[in-house]
């Protein structure tokens, strides 16, 4: 039986100050980095032991990974980084305290900003200080593809690709995966992998630093679903 677990990386300095992130590359807070190594030692005690592990290009994601495998002594397992991992673009929100925001454009806006599956955020230029069409990371993506803002829908669409090419066929292999990852992002592949209705998924939330795991079938439905 196929395992997954999806680990959404410990709280950030941008979380910690209640900040919108997105793309942005934040570090780990001290206690995002607790959460990390207490998520490694709960996959330790569970004696899961992945083959391969999937990140994203921020680093956040990269060391809540390295955390997780090194305090399950598997730091060894190969990982594989995508930008297709990374979190949903905030746009022009990226930066801006969630309080302030919602004071200034109200709590029903920025709570369809942050939910909605279907609602862009104010867009980001790619001349506006910050974009990520000015990060070397990215330097190999075609212009097109480094976004101004994203919905759970594109970021889902971004994602796919990824899932397809990279996980699923890890999983179809019967190997263990571990993905590190950001809210929206596993959000977004959870919405894929449960069948979860664009409605409901506004009321999911993955809390940092908690494994979540799947017990897949044959063919990659969910025949368990629970949290270490």
């Given at each position: 039986?196929?395992?997954?677990?999806?680990?959404?990386?410990?709280?950030?300095e941008?979380?910690?100050?209640?900040?919108f992130?997105?793309?942005?590359?934040?570090?780990?807070?001290?206690?995002?980095?607790?959460?990390?190594?207490?998520?490694?030692?709960?996959?330790?005690e569970?004696?899961?032991?992945f083959?391969?592990?999937y990140?994203?290009?921020?680093?956040r994601?990269?060391?809540?990974?390295?955390?997780?495998l090194?305090?399950?002594?598997?730091?060894?397992v190969?990982?594989?980084?995508?930008?297709?991992?990374n979190?949903?673009?905030?746009g022009?929100?990226?930066?801006?305290n969630?309080?302030?925001?919602a004071?200034k454009?109200?709590?029903?806006q920025?709570?369809?900003?942050?939910?909605?599956?279907?609602?862009?955020?104010?867009?980001?230029?790619?001349t506006?200080?910050?974009?990520?069409?000015?990060?070397?990371?990215?330097?190999?993506?075609?212009?097109r593809?480094?976004?101004?803002?994203?919905?759970?829908?594109?970021?889902?669409?971004?994602?796919?690709?990824?899932?397809?090419?990279?996980?699923?066929?890890?999983?179809?292999?019967?190997?263990?995966?571990?993905?590190?990852?950001?809210?929206?992002?596993l959000?977004?592949?959870?919405?894929?992998?449960?069948?979860?209705s664009d409605?409901?998924?506004?009321?999911l939330?993955?809390?940092?630093g908690?494994p979540?795991?799947?017990?897949l079938?044959?063919?990659?439905?969910?025949?368990?679903k629970?949290?270490?």
């Open positions: 039986m196929p395992k997954l677990v999806f680990s959404r990386h410990g709280l950030s941008w979380n910690a100050l209640n900040q992130t997105g793309w942005a590359d934040v570090d780990l807070a001290p206690q995002g980095v607790e959460e990390a190594i207490e998520g490694g030692r709960k996959i330790k569970a004696g899961i032991e083959d391969v592990a990140t994203s290009v921020l680093t994601a990269i060391k809540t990974c390295n955390l997780i090194e305090n399950s002594d598997q730091l060894w190969p990982q594989i980084k995508s930008w297709r991992l979190e949903r673009h905030y022009k929100l990226q930066g801006l969630k309080q302030e925001t004071e454009y109200g709590d029903d920025v709570h369809i900003w942050r939910r909605s599956y279907d609602t862009l955020p104010p867009l980001m230029e790619a506006d200080e910050g974009s990520a069409a000015n990060d070397r990371r990215y330097a190999m993506l075609d212009q593809d480094i976004p101004g803002g994203e919905n759970l829908k594109v970021t889902l669409e971004r994602a796919l690709p990824f899932w397809q090419d990279e996980i699923a066929p890890a999983l179809l292999d019967d190997k263990t995966v571990l993905v590190a990852a950001h809210g929206n992002s959000r977004a592949l959870a919405k894929h992998i449960e069948g979860i409605e409901d998924i506004m009321d939330e993955i809390p940092t908690q979540l795991v799947y017990e079938n044959d063919d990659l439905t969910v025949a368990k629970y949290y270490l």
